[in-house]
């Protein structure tokens, strides 16, 4: 079903460290050449922390976990490649697309790898006037039932987030933030969000990850990991450009996929790229403590079968 690299076949088999991360924050979520720059740089940082980076994406009808360079360079200068989310993945695989795997795919993907962290920017989540929209990140519920624990730097601040927690909150979801009490939001460390959950170290992550299968409970947990302060961006200074964000794309009908895609490159354009520069600082961060959760958990007993 998956074709893994030969460094995350090696390190799988040998109980090494291994970390999933994301192809559409490639595709859909950053401009040529920083998207490449940006996932190499990425694939660098987890190497760093002793643990092998695994990027999901699908090329050509086949699911793969970790990208050679020079396809993670094709996927990066492709233009008009599928965002898979849950509901896509089967059928791009059964008609022999490439696509890139949103977070619910690449956790599917993940799961099936026998990958049990994944780093990323942002989740998707409850979008902002979801009350009429309906429009609800397959994200969310993904976290529910895969068990997979995803580092992220919260869910992206042009959502609905109050909406957003509480909806993980129903869906039974630990919602952790990484060494603080308030949870961060994207582009800012911190919000107005106390959060349910607070942890201080990978080890506890990594620990709670296992009891959630002692225990057979589905699904996975979520690290709320703050941007490194000297890189955030004020909750202040983006809100009104988030607003004129939400605008736009209300005024040109983006509906579905393309939402996500279209509000943070609208916001790059808004902020003269600093929303582009604090989305790559936060994933550098977010692949640093992944690596480190999976370095613990590859010390703990292994999941039972
Ligand atoms: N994080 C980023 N940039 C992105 C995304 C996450 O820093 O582009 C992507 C992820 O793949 C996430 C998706 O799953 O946005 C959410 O899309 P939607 O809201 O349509 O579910
Ligand atoms: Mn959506």
Not at 28 to 51: R, Y
Not at 99 to 109: F, L, P, Q, S
Not at 238 to 249: M, S
Request: glycine share 8%; hydrophobic share 50%.
């Amino acid at each position: 079903m998956i074709s893994l690299s030969d460094p995350v076949a090696a390190a799988l088999a040998a109980g090494r460290p291994v970390v999933a991360l994301e192809s559409t924050i490639i595709t859909h979520g950053m401009p040529w050449p920083e998207n490449l720059e940006t996932a190499q740089a990425v694939e660098a940082a987890v190497e760093a922390e002793g643990a092998v980076p695994a990027t999901i994406a699908v090329l050509a009808g086949r699911l793969h976990a970790g990208l050679s360079p020079g396809d993670l360079d094709t996927l990066a200068r492709a233009k008009d490649v599928a965002k898979l989310s849950r509901a896509d993945l089967a059928v791009c695989l059964a008609r022999g697309g490439t696509g890139a795997t949103t977070v619910a795919a690449t956790m599917i993907a993940a799961r099936h790898a026998g990958i049990e962290v994944f780093a990323t920017g942002g989740i998707g989540g409850v979008h902002r006037g979801a009350e009429t929209s309906f429009d609800i990140s397959a994200d969310l519920r993904e976290l529910a039932q895969t068990p997979v624990t995803v580092v992220a730097a919260g869910a992206k601040a042009i959502l609905d987030l109050a909406k957003t927690w509480e909806v993980l909150e129903t869906l039974g979801v630990p919602v952790i933030a990484y060494g603080q009490d308030m949870l961060p939001a994207f582009w800012s460390a911190t919000s107005p969000h106390p959060a349910p959950l607070r942890m201080d170290d990978p080890r506890t992550v990594a620990q709670a990850h296992r009891m959630r299968a002692a225990l057979g409970l589905p699904g996975g947990q979520l690290v709320a990991n703050p941007i490194p302060a000297e890189a955030e961006i004020p909750a202040e200074t983006l809100a009104p450009l988030i607003e004129t964000a939400l605008a736009d794309a209300a005024a040109r009908g983006i509906a579905a996929k393309a939402v996500t895609p279209f509000l943070l490159d609208r916001l790059f354009a808004l902020t003269e790229g600093r929303t582009l520069a604090a989305n790559i600082a936060l994933v550098l961060n977010n692949a640093r403590l992944a690596a480190r959760i999976a370095r613990d958990l590859s010390a703990l007993p292994p999941e039972p079968a």
